[in-house]
C-alpha cells in the first residue's frame, strides 16, 4: 500500500535524545499503512537544552501526539 503525505497530514512522533534507536516510527507507521490513516510518525532528536524551544516548535506547527 502506498502512503500519500499531502497538506492535510497530521505529523505525530517521538522526541527525545535516543530517538534513532526507537522502534515506535517503525511499528506507528505499519499501523498507520494498515489502516490508511493520513498521519506520518516521525523521530525527533531533541536535548535536554532543547526541550523548550522543541515544545514551542511543536505547538506552532500544530504536530500532535508527541
Given at each position: ?24 516510527p ?19 532528536k ?18 500532535k501526539?508527541?
Amino acid at each position: 500500500m502506498k502512503r500519500e503525505i499531502n497538506g492535510k497530514t497530521k505529523i505525530i512522533g517521538i522526541i527525545g535524545k535516543n530517538t534513532e534507536n526507537s522502534l515506535s516510527p517503525l511499528i506507528h507507521n505499519q499501523i498507520i499503512l494498515k489502516y490508511s490513516l493520513n498521519f506520518c510518525y516521525l523521530p525527533f532528536k531533541v536535548t535536554e537544552n532543547d526541550l523548550s524551544q522543541a515544545i514551542q516548535g511543536i505547538r506552532a506547527l500544530s504536530i500532535k501526539g508527541v
